[in-house]
């Protein structure tokens, strides 16, 4: 049964460590100065790629269930996609807000925020089934994401461009090269010079990409949440939980599978897509006031659902919460 104790340990333990990180970047770069590009480089190229290879090689989860996790988490994402597309046309939006709003509800955080949420909401599964989460999330951030941030800059380039732009992406070759070390019981562990520096960048993801945030927030000036912004945190977090209910009951999905999904879908804003942002020279102030202002109403609409699911207002879906 969640208690309002369990519900502040999962504030205290989960929500309130990645705020405090983001607010380290940010006061470090209010003192240093740091150079945004090369931070963002280093997490594109370098620590995604790791942390994809790492975590999804080395998962236990059944070929089915993944196959399930990951069509029901492209659903969400395209759900999302469409709702802000027909949100911006109403608005009257450009194409550069349209894609800054498609990024800001597509791609949520299933990486720094939803796995140790999920792990600590939903001990043993939540974590497993949030890697797939995870690797599907990063294989439409490094694809669809790439194009609607590269397609919308200011050098205006042409749609082959932008697909070139896609298969530049380490991101892509990772997860490809999980799947492969996967199916082939990942025979990379035995060797130690490479397996372990693999580990150790990948275990570097959550804090340094927290810490880019922290610097990207510092050298712009988020505008208030209200407008295109609000409307993105409201698809982005009541949109994304709702559109998960309704598939779990369509699809039938059941119990803690289900639970796992809808708590997931409500997560905030990835960080990635606010580094992509920058690095295509995309809307980058829109995407990391997303980012920012969607952490911190995430902890609000967790609580919330976690709340609905113990009292049973989700018949469907049955949780297992300390």
Known sequence: ??????????FIDVCLPLLLVIGIGWALDRKFDFDLRSLVKLNIYLFVPAFI?????TSTISGSTAAMVVGFTLCISLSMGVISWLVSKLRGDDAIERAGLQLGTMFYNSGNWGLPLL???????GGVIQLFVLATMNLSGFTAGVY?????NEKKNTA???VIAIFKQPSVYAIAAAVALRAMGNPLTEIEFIWLPLNHL????IAFALLTLGVQLSKTKPPKPVGRLGWAL?????GGPLIAMLLTWVFGIEGILAAILIVGAASPTAVNTALLAYEFGSDSRFAAATVYYSTLCATLVVTLLLT?????????????IP
């Open 1 to 10: 049964m969640v208690t309002s104790t369990g519900m502040l340990a999962i």
């Open 53 to 57: 290879l790492v975590r999804v090689s």
């Open 119 to 125: 792990t600590l909401a939903f001990p043993g599964e």
């Open 148 to 152: 609607l941030a590269n397609a919308t």
């Open 160 to 162: 082959l461009q932008n």
């Open 202 to 205: 990948s275990d570097a993801l």
């Open 234 to 238: 409201g698809i982005r977090l009541l």
């Open 308 to 320: 609905l699911l113990n009292y049973g207002f989700i018949p469907w879906a049955i949780p297992t």
